[in-house]
């Protein structure tokens, strides 16, 4: 039989290098990743073998054994699960495809050694983890279905051969051979049947498959029988009663079933009795995963039905704005073999989703009331997702008028996060609108023309800094009877009475500047939809605003990046009649509409009001051109 001697790929030398020299604390976390491998692997096979009847032959009974052995001191772990082929065991064990283990890679990369040791323990490394305890490991697996096997050694080195080998029946079987200092000791010798006992009951109680161990017993005569016994209670974890959980079970749980390796920010425990029974265990993650908003993100509940898995990433139950919700939802109302095209008819499916996104709604709105840090910590994270979700639902009211008392914001006078019904407490009672202005961060939107005038009249302006807010607000156009004004709009205007005179005397100049307005729109050219002057201004000489209707300046920049150039924002310059460059201005065009001074001065003007709203002028060289034309006057 020949043996075949690979490499690692470098970042797995990398992660096995960490594993191998970082003082774990927690050296026992190796049985857990393996039971769980187990776990995860009799899942599959139990799941192909729902439309392919023959898969498991005679051995229907799914089981993992953890066998601790003094003499030879290693400790085994099998399963009859799906087994790997040659091909899955150099693409699973000899690279790192998890996007977890890589995003841990990347987070290690950007941090000092000290704390490398810190964080190692908050990530799985699956698999790898053996290495923390073994100096070899010995792999031997048969795939569900195959007659052939294939056995993988490796010392972690760099290094693994593979060579094809006998086993019996299908699944995996892992040969850890133990360094000497873990064959040792009270709570490191891991050869220590009493002592594997214990970690398997602290951290795969809840493995819905036995775990069995051989235990030795001796009667009176030392006659020594090998008995075996199932370690685990195999109860799950949602079956058991709420108050009997405790908050470290939950999160055990999580990061056995869902890799969450730091503390849920939230976990919801709900169970639903009469017409439609089901148990739901879900989490708010700690942290928005990298990926939550692109296509290779996985969302989805786990399905079961009568404790027993069906389905990974079932992605039916909650709307897709709900995608960061992890956990599972288990009921006897569902068959066991269901396949993904009937789940999406599914009456029931469809009604348990509903309430368990009435139910996530009240638990966040709950939290919002009673635990403002967690509630903040939540909003950092997956804010954007709720204001998504207002967006999906432009047209349903009753949805909008659900979430949009969970959104949160920055004003131009809370750095703190305020809701609406926070900001319309403040309002003075003279204040009939809500403001709101968008731009790329607080400190540009801060000096944006427009926002001179509203800290003048000590106005609160909401500041709209992530792409998605803009569209939520425009989806939501009111907050009870106030309505949602941008400051950058052509329709905004202030309630007072001060700012409608204001308002009327530009009017006036507007209609005695007519001629004026055309022409420097004419120089400007089409990229423009109308020039005319403001009276919001202060010290400011341009500025840029939209139509009432129609797309934005910063939802056009996000369309763009979308790479959809079609949505363009119709840009309305707005120009200071007060300012000493309005005067040069009718001067210049005094002196003739046609002149090359006229029309630069023109197109300076508006390129400033692009610059402002952190647009590049499509000509910037000429732009620079001109600028230098005229500073050399
Ligand atoms: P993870 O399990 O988080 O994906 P691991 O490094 O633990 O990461 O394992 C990598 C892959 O190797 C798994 O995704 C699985 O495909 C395969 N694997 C690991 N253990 C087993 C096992 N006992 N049986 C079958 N496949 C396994």
Known sequence: MSVETLEFQAETKRLLDLVINSIYTNKEIFLRELISNASDAIDKVHFESLTNHELLGDEKDFEIFVLPDKESKTITIS????????????SNIGTIAKSGTRAFLEKIREQDKNTEQELIGQF?????????????????????????????TSDGAGEYTLEDCEKDSRGTTIILHLKPEFCEGLETDFTNEQLVENLIKKYSDFIRYPIKMNFVEEDENKNQTVEVRTVNSMKPLWVRNKSEIKPEEYEEFFRQQFHEWEKPTEVFHTKAEGTLEYT???????????????????????????????????????????RFIKGLVDSPDLPLNISREVLQQSREVKSIGKALEKYIF???????????????????????SIKIGIYNNSFDQKIKDE????????????????????????????????????GTDEATISKMPQMELMRERDIEVIYLTDPVDEFAFEALQKYGDKEIQ???????????????????????????????????????????FAVRLTSLLKSGAVCLATTAAGPSLSMEKTFAQMKNPFFKAMRILELNPNHEIFKKLVALHASGKDSDDFKDFCKLLYAQALLIEGIMPTNPVEVANKIAALMSK
């Open 486 to 528: 941008s400051i950058t709009r052509e329709n905004f205007e202030l309630d007072d009475e001060e700012f409608k005179k204001g308002q009327n005397e530009v009017e006036e100049l507007n209609k005695s500047n007519e001629q004026l307005l055309k022409d420097v729109k004419e120089a400007i050219g089409d990229e423009v």
């Open 124 to 152: 799985g490394v699956g698999f790898y983890s053996a290495f923390i305890v073994a100096d070899k490991v010995e792999l031997i697996t048969r795939k569900a279905g195959e007659s052939s096997a294939v056995k993988w």
């Open 280 to 322: 739901a265990l879900l989490c708010i993650p700690h942290h928005a995963p990298m990926n939550l908003y692109f296509s290779d993100y996985e969302a989805g509940l786990q399905l079961y039905s009568r404790h027993v898995f069906v389905m990974e990433h079932c992605t039916d139950f909650l709307p897709d704005y709900l």
């Open 403 to 438: 979430l949009k008392e969970l959104v949160m914001f920055q004003t131009s006078k809370q750095s703190n996060f305020s809701t609406f019904a926070e900001y319309v407490e403040r309002m003075p009672a003279s204040q009939q609108k809500i403001y709101c202005v968008a």
């Open 362 to 384: 009240k638990q966040l709105e709950k939290m919002l009331k009673n635990d403002r840090k967690k509630y903040d910590a939540f909003w950092e994270n997956f804010g954007k």
């Open 79 to 90: 399963d009859n699960g799906i087994g790997m082929t040659r091909g899955e065991v150099i």
